[in-house]
């Protein structure tokens, strides 16, 4: 799961994405999921059917390849999850150990230093993450 996740990285981000072509944050997961033989219904690609179909785990217990689910708001709607990413654990990338995720979003929307796509990203606790589910 975790080096076919990886295997997208620089995938520019596209809302409603799906395909290595472009993804949104909940495309990826699935499409990762999906190539990966994870048992999961690929035709419900959002953050909340990714929510509802894995057993709830605990930020304690998080391992490398769980999810993260934020909720919050998202396209000016309430929603019970509005993001995912997946949990690598720790790692070491360009000299930095720490807690890493590998997710698809985008960031300073309209500026020149906007990041948009696949990329790690440190994670950031349970503070911006609601929800984790154990993937086996």
């Given at each position: 799961?975790?080096?076919?996740?990886?295997?997208?990285?620089?995938?520019?981000?596209?809302?409603?994405?799906?395909?290595?072509?472009?993804?949104?944050?909940?495309?990826?997961?699935?499409?990762?999921?999906?190539?990966?033989?994870?048992?999961?219904?690929?035709?419900?690609?959002?953050?909340?059917?990714?929510?509802?179909?894995?057993?709830?785990?605990?930020?304690?217990?998080?391992?490398?390849?769980?999810?993260?689910?934020?909720?919050?708001?998202?396209?000016?709607?309430?929603?019970?999850?509005n993001h995912?990413?997946?949990?690598?654990?720790?790692?070491?990338?360009?000299?930095?150990?720490?807690?890493?995720?590998?997710?698809?979003?985008?960031?300073?929307?309209?500026?020149?230093?906007?990041?948009?796509?696949?990329?790690?990203?440190?994670?950031?606790?349970?503070?911006?993450?609601?929800?984790?589910?154990?993937i086996d």
């Open positions: 799961l975790l080096n076919e996740a990886a295997r997208y990285l620089g995938t520019p981000y596209v809302w409603g994405g799906y395909s290595p072509s472009g993804f949104d944050c909940s495309g990826f997961v699935c499409y990762v999921l999906y190539q990966s033989g994870v048992d999961y219904n690929y035709n419900y690609r959002s953050c909340v059917a990714l929510k509802d179909s894995y057993l709830a785990s605990s930020h304690e217990a998080r391992k490398p390849g769980d999810l993260l689910i934020k909720n919050g708001t998202a396209g000016g709607t309430t929603s019970s999850a995912v990413a997946i949990y690598l654990g720790t790692l070491t990338i360009d000299g930095v150990t720490d807690e890493y995720t590998v997710e698809c979003t985008t960031t300073n929307k309209g500026t020149p230093q906007e990041i948009s796509g696949v990329q790690f990203r440190k994670y950031s606790g349970r503070k911006n993450y609601k929800y984790v589910r154990a």
